[in-house]
Each structure stands twice: as structure tokens, then as C-alpha cells.
């Protein structure tokens, strides 16, 4: 377990205020990083392509409403002492048993959508690598991270992504040369004719699924326990979705500078390798290489990021039905669970490559991702109000009416995937 200074020695002045925040980033940044995937960035950048910058500000809120709920589970997490899992175990055993059959499902469809569009990317990037064969050994590499099972060494790799992504994702923007005034004009909420669907996919696209209930193991493993810590833990949410919002808003900048004049879209990360030559050629072969390597860090970063997340979840959830008292393994990477969890998500949805199909499996991950959040949501309005919870650190009106929009929001968003397939 990694260890921090205490919360009160953070409130003192320490030097720079930059120097504080870099202190306090960690956990937020993983999320920001296993949060933005290949299919995020698509549908920023569509967005762009369609409707140019007029709907950045369904990034905020999308972003908004996946900090609400991210803040629930830190805030119980600190508050209480275990997992937000014991606390619905406790209400419901039914929200256990539908995420660990969730849980199982989705890391294989996880699986499969990720190798896919690993495989895609570095096609994308080398031609002379088969799809298949790059996403063999991605997937390898990026279970040999997990399999060292050491936090400190896990947050350092994610928020190398996170550098290398703002690098990337946000230099290619900017070589754009947007237009700060439009920019500032999609802040304004507006919905475009035919611009329901790009609103949703944008909002709902923003962050993980249940992979958010690994926020709250991530914060013990920084060694943030007890209320004391919700304060640092709040401000690390801000960090962490604020470069959400910025990675999104860039890829939705690129969108509009260089797809909207002609019309065109990508439909996925197929189509990345006839998106990145006549964008070099605009506007220079830098700016290729800085458009694909965000693509990659992204795709990458979602892989390490997402499989530690899912299988932190299953390793409670097993812990759960096994009946023991303490939250979690004290080395949870390194647990049996834990690792066959990943083995699972690995190893087997690797045959789904041979289907060619990885366009089908990212739309049924997404239709899944769809499936568990208003779940998600509506087990939180009911944990954040309950007599569980200190009644200081319970939902006040805000917090609540946010959670509201947010399940409103996504059960909206639910019926468009489920619609769609």
C-alpha cells in the first residue's frame, strides 16, 4: 500500500499550488485515463465533424454527471470504510448477484472490444502488422503490467498515459488552429436538428461503468482512509475529469477543423487509418503521428486501466459471496480472483478476433455499458441516503437532483443502445 501525506498536512501551505495538485492527482488520473477509450474519442469526433463545436457542452455534462457519481462511491469509500459493493449487499443482495453476472459477461465483451481496437490502432500506426497479430500482443503486454500487481507502479504507468495523451490528443488540437470564440459558443446548451443521438453517445460516453466502483479501491490503495481524506479526494476527481473534458473536447476540436468541411465521419477505429494520412497532409505529418499515438495511449491505457478496475470489482464481489468481513485482500492485485479475472478477460475473448467483427463488439459493449449505470445510479441514490451512511456525509438536494439527471439521462441512453442493435 502506498502511503500519503496526511490530509491536514496537505491543507498547510506547501510551496506551489501546482505542487499540490500534483501531490493530490492520482487515483482521478487513472480514471481519467481508463475512462477515455477509442470509442469516446469516435464520438467526439463525429460530434465535431457533424455539428463542429456546438455541442461541447454535453462533454461537460456527461462529465459533470460521472464526477456525481464517482464522488458517491470516494465519499462512501472514506466515509464508511468499505466497498460501496458490502453497502448494496447490505441493502439488496440483488445488486450483487446482477453485478457479478454483469461482471462475468462484460469483462469477456471488455475483452474482445479492446483487443479489436488495440489491433486496429496499430495497424493503424504500422500497416505491415496484421490486425490480429498486433492485438495478440498488446493484450500480452498489458497483462503482464497487471500481473506485477504493485499500485504505485499502476498509477505511475496511468498517468504516463495521461501525459502522453494530453501531448498527443490535445497537440493535434491545437494544430488545428481552432477558433476560441466558437469554441466558447458550444458552451452554450443547444441540440442541433438530428443532434439527440451524438448529445447521448457524448454524455454517456464520458468515463467507465461499473469499472467506477474500483474509484473507491484505488483510494485505499494510495492509502487515503476516513472522511478525513474526502476533501483531497474531491479535488482528485476534479483533475481527473478535468482532463476527460479536455481529451474529449480536443478530439471534438480535430472533428470540426478537419472533417466538417468535407462532410465526412469516421465510423470507427477502421476508418483511423484513412482519417490520419489526408490529416497529415493538412496539416503536417506531425500532426499524424500526434493524432494516432493518442489514439493508441488511449486504447492502451483503457485496457490496463479497465481490466484492474473490472477485476478489483469481481475480486469484492467474490470476497462478498465467500462471506469475508474484511472489504478486500490486502494485496487484492495479486489474489486468485483477482488474476483469473484477468486471465479471463485476456486469454479467452482473443477467439473473437478470427470473427472479424470488432465493430459488433464494441456495440455490444457499449449496450451492456448502457445496461448497468442507471443500475449503478439508482443503487447510489438509495446507499447515499441511507441510515449506512453518517448522516453528515449523506446526499444533500443537489447531490440528489444531480443523481436523478444522471439516471434520467442514461436510461434514455440505454434505450438508444438497446435500440440500435
Not at 54 to 81: D, N, Y
Not at 121 to 128: C, E, G, L, R
Request: charged share 10%; hydrophobic share 50%.
Amino acid at each position: 500500500m502506498q502511503t500519503k501525506t496526511s490530509p491536514d498536512q496537505l491543507g498547510q501551505p506547501q510551496g506551489s499550488r501546482l505542487r499540490r495538485i500534483v501531490n493530490v492527482a492520482g487515483p482521478g488520473l487513472i480514471v481519467a485515463a481508463a475512462g477515455v477509450g477509442a470509442g469516446d474519442l469516435i464520438a467526439s469526433l463525429n460530434s465535431g465533424a457533424s455539428y463542429g463545436l456546438a455541442l461541447a457542452w454535453a462533454v461537460v455534462v456527461g462529465c459533470f454527471i460521472k464526477f456525481i457519481v464517482t464522488e458517491c462511491i470516494g465519499r462512501w469509500s472514506l466515509a464508511t470504510g468499505i466497498s460501496p459493493l458490502r453497502g448494496f449487499h447490505k441493502l439488496n443482495k440483488a445488486f450483487t448477484t446482477y453485478f457479478g453476472i454483469y461482471s462475468v459477461i462484460l469483462g469477456f465483451f471488455y475483452g474482445a472490444a479492446i483487443a479489436g481496437a488495440l489491433g486496429l490502432t496499430i495497424n493503424a500506426m504500422f500497416p505491415s502488422v496484421d490486425v490480429k497479430l498486433g492485438a495478440v500482443v498488446a493484450v500480452l503486454l498489458g497483462m503482464a503490467i497487471l500481473w506485477i500487481g504493485k499500485y504505485a507502479s499502476f498509477e505511475k504507468i496511468m498517468a504516463f498515459f495521461v501525459a502522453v495523451m494530453f501531448i498527443s490528443i490535445v497537440g493535434a488540437a491545437v494544430l488545428t488552429r481552432p477558433d476560441i470564440g466558437i469554441l466558447a459558443g458550444g458552451l452554450t446548451p443547444r441540440v442541433p436538428d438530428g443532434g439527440t443521438f451524438y448529445v447521448l453517445g457524448i454524455m454517456g460516453g464520458v468515463g467507465m461503468s461499473i469499472g467506477l466502483l474500483s474509484y473507491g479501491y484505488w483510494l485505499r490503495d494510495r492509502g487515503w482512509t476516513g472522511p478525513g481524506w474526502i476533501g483531497s479526494m474531491r479535488l482528485d476527481l476534479i483533475i481527473g475529469y478535468g482532463m476527460t473534458f479536455i481529451f474529449m473536447l480536443a478530439m471534438m476540436i480535430v472533428g470540426a477543423a478537419f472533417l466538417q468541411n468535407g462532410g465526412t465521419g469516421v465510423s470507427g477505429l477502421s476508418d483511423l487509418k484513412q482519417l490520419a494520412e489526408p490529416f497529415g497532409e493538412q496539416f503536417g505529418e506531425p500532426a499524424k503521428w500526434l493524432l494516432l499515438i493518442g489514439m493508441f495511449s488511449a486504447v492502451f491505457s483503457s485496457l490496463i486501466g479497465g481490466y484492474n478496475a473490472l477485476a478489483n470489482v469481481f475480486n469484492d464481489i467474490v470476497n462478498i459471496f465467500r462471506g469475508t468481513t474484511h472489504e478486500r485482500d490486502e494485496n487484492a492485485a495479486r489474489s486468485i480472483p483477482f488474476r483469473a479475472y484477468i486471465v479471463w478477460m485476456c486469454i479467452p475473448p482473443l477467439s473473437m478476433l478470427f470473427l472479424d467483427k470488432p465493430v459488433t463488439l464494441v456495440l455490444i459493449y457499449a449496450a451492456m455499458g448502457a445496461l448497468l449505470m442507471p443500475v449503478l445510479i439508482g443503487g447510489l441514490l438509495w446507499l447515499m441516503n441511507s441510515k449506512g451512511l453518517d448522516k453528515k456525509h449523506r446526499n444533500g438536494i443537489a447531490m440528489n437532483t444531480s443523481l436523478v439527471l444522471g439516471l434520467v439521462m442514461f436510461v434514455a441512453l440505454a434505450a438508444n443502445e438497446l435500440s440500435s442493435l
